[in-house]
C-alpha cells in the first residue's frame, strides 16, 4: 500500500497562476482533509471531505476550491496565486471522523513569488 | 470554533530527563485529543491520543492526560533520546467531531 501520496512534492508559482494539488489514498478512506502549515501556527484546516462528492469549509479557505469527485482523490485548486499562499501542504485521510487516525501524504512545498 | 494553545514553542532537554508539553482546549465538548510527531521534513503521525471518557494514557515511554475540568491536556516523554527529537503538535476535536484543531507545535530537541 502506498497510503497517501500527494503530487507534486514541490512547485514554484508567479502571483495570479493558478494549480491544482493532487491527493490519493489506496486505503479506502471516507474522509479526507486539505492542511497548510506555516511556520509556528501548526496545521490549519483548509477543506475536508467526508464522502465522494462533498466538500466542507475548514478554517482558512479563502482562496482555495476541492473537488472529490471520485472516493480516493481529494484535489485541492488555488485559481489565483498569492504570496499569502506560500506554504507546505499536507493531505491526509481517514477511515471515519476526526476522532479516527488521520494518515498523512509527504506535503507539498509551494511558493508563490 | 474551537481554539487549542500549546506550550511551550521550543523544549531542550539531555538524554534521559522526562520532557512535558502542555495544551489547552477551549471548547467543553471536544473528546478527542490526539498527538502528532513531526520529523524534519517529514509527515506528521499519530504517537498516542486519549478520548475524554480516561484521564491518563500510557505506551512505553509516552503518557499523555486529561484535565477536562480544566480543558487542558499533556503529554509526557519520559527517558528521553535523541530519535525524540521532532516537533511535537496536540490536537482536539470540534463540538461536531469532523475537524481536528491543531495547536502551534513544539519543537523538541533532545541533547545527547
Known amino acids: 500500500n502506498a497510503g497517501v501520496t500527494q503530487t507534486p512534492k514541490f512547485r514554484v508559482l508567479k502571483t495570479g497562476q493558478s494549480m491544482t494539488l493532487l491527493c490519493a489514498q489506496d486505503?479506502?478512506?471516507?474522509?479526507m482533509y486539505w492542511y497548510r502549515q506555516d511556520p509556528g501556527m501548526g496545521l490549519r484546516l483548509i477543506h475536508y471531505?467526508?464522502?465522494?462528492?462533498?466538500?466542507a469549509k475548514g478554517e482558512v479557505p479563502d482562496g482555495y476550491n476541492v473537488s472529490r469527485l471520485k472516493k480516493q482523490n481529494f484535489l485541492l485548486g488555488l485559481e489565483s496565486a498569492a504570496p499569502s499562499q506560500t506554504s507546505v501542504y499536507f493531505c491526509?485521510?481517514?477511515?471515519?471522523?476526526?476522532?479516527?487516525?488521520?494518515?498523512f501524504g509527504p506535503g507539498t512545498r509551494l511558493t508563490v513569488t | 470554533g474551537e481554539n487549542v494553545e500549546q506550550h511551550p514553542s521550543t523544549l531542550s532537554v539531555q538524554e534521559g530527563d522526562s520532557a512535558v508539553i502542555k495544551c489547552t482546549y477551549s471548547d467543553s465538548a471536544s473528546n478527542y485529543f490526539p498527538w502528532y510527531k513531526q520529523e524534519l521534513g517529514k509527515r506528521p503521525q499519530l504517537i498516542i491520543d486519549?478520548?475524554?471518557?480516561?484521564g491518563e494514557k500510557k505506551d512505553q515511554r509516552i503518557a499523555v492526560t486529561l484535565n477536562k475540568t480544566a480543558k487542558h491536556f499533556s503529554l509526557h516523554i519520559t527517558e528521553t533520546q535523541p530519535e525524540d527529537s521532532a516537533v511535537y503538535f496536540c490536537?482536539?476535536?470540534?463540538?461536531?467531531?469532523?475537524?481536528?484543531?491543531f495547536g502551534g507545535g513544539t519543537r523538541l530537541m533532545v541533547k545527547p
Open positions: 486519549i478520548r475524554s471518557n480516561v
Open positions: 486505503m479506502n478512506h471516507e474522509y
Open positions: 491526509a485521510s481517514s477511515a471515519g471522523p476526526s476522532a479516527y487516525e488521520q494518515y
Open positions: 471531505s467526508v464522502g465522494e462528492g462533498t466538500t
Open positions: 490536537a482536539a476535536t470540534d463540538n461536531a467531531g469532523n475537524m481536528l484543531t
